[in-house]
């Protein structure tokens, strides 16, 4: 990794990672944006499932000084699209959607949760914030394949949200309620002590 990247990463890290910060987190390891794989499915009123994904900007792991962790997340809304459909892409992007002119990236911070839930699986609350409004929303991790999930494979989580709870109100005679997020993320090399 060269100098500017590697500079640009703890800049991310930094941003996603404050609010830990502040509250006394001691260790953190930065989420891989190459590695990780955020994506999303939507239905048409016809039957139709449309995938789509986010590239995902940026975020962290960060250790507690009680040993429990919190996961931040930011994804790239004006980078998000809809696979094989760019008409779909530009309507999912516009103002009556995701309105990624105004609302760039969509957020998650967790709350925080026991070392044992990645390995285990189970549910993992947290604020998801999508067209700057901010809401209280569960997703389900699933039991880790390897004895480092999120390092040696990937922690992979979903949940379902509905639009209509973030102001997404238009195509609802095409596009039904529900979106189910999909998540599979990687770390960059741990910190001493994150993932034992």
Known sequence: ??????????????????????????????????????GFELKTRWGQALEGRFAVRGGAIAVL????????????????????????????????????ARHPELSFVSQPYAESLVRAGGPLAGQLRIRG??????????????????????AVAHGTVRRSDYGMDRWSFA?????????????????EGLAE
């Open 133 to 154: 409004v901010e809401r209280r929303e569960t997703f389900t991790v699933e039991p880790a394949g390897c004895a480092r999930p999120g390092v040696d494979c990937d």
């Open 65 to 100: 000084p009680d040993g429990r962790r919190q996961v931040s997340l930011v994804l790239s809304v004006r980078d998000m699209e809809i696979v094989g459909f760019p008409t779909y892409s530009r309507i999912a992007r516009g103002e009556g959607f995701f309105d990624a």
């Open 1 to 38: 990794m060269n100098r500017l990247a590697a500079f640009a990463l703890a800049g991310i890290c930094a941003v996603a990672v404050g609010a830990q910060a502040a509250s006394g987190a001691v260790r953190a390891a930065a989420i891989d944006p190459g590695q990780s794989r955020v």
């Open 175 to 191: 596009i039904a309620d529900r979106i189910r997020f999909s998540l599979r993320l990687r770390t960059h090399e741990p910190v």
